[in-house]
């Protein structure tokens, strides 16, 4: 079982950052992949990057690509999204998960990929 708790969501203007961290605890370790996933209301969830850390592997969504960073902390067991150059369409609810090594690569760029979720964080960014 893992245990995941985002933080660092809030209120931005447009073009401005925020680093979001995702601690985790439990069975956790470089077994998993971690990502993040955003849903705006009315808005399926969609995915905005994840990080295979035993690969060093990183993905993005395109819609991110160049203004987010995500990196892991295994000493803290901490994953981060540094967000920068925010934008009005970033808003929305910012999920952490985790997911077990052993799919296909492509699998962790979809919900699917999976099994374990944080509660979720709010960014806002206003324009």
């Known amino acids: 079982q893992v245990q995941l708790v985002e933080s660092g969501g809030g209120l931005v203007q447009a073009g401005g950052s925020l680093r979001l961290s995702c601690a985790a605890s439990?069975?956790?370790?470089?077994?998993?992949?971690m990502g993040w996933f955003r849903q705006a209301p009315g808005k399926e969830r969609e995915f905005v990057a994840a990080?295979?850390?035993?690969?060093?592997?990183?993905y993005y969504a395109d819609s991110v690509k160049g203004r987010f960073t995500i990196s892991r902390d295994n000493a803290k067991n901490t994953v981060y999204l540094q967000m920068n150059s925010l934008k009005p369409e970033d808003t929305a609810v910012y999920y952490c998960a985790a997911g077990l090594l052993g799919r296909r690569y492509s699998d962790y760029e979809w919900p699917r990929g999976y099994d374990y979720w944080g509660q979720g964080t709010q960014v806002t960014v206003s324009s």
């Open positions: 990080i295979i850390w035993s690969v060093g592997r990183t």
């Open positions: 439990g069975r956790t370790g470089s077994s998993y992949a």
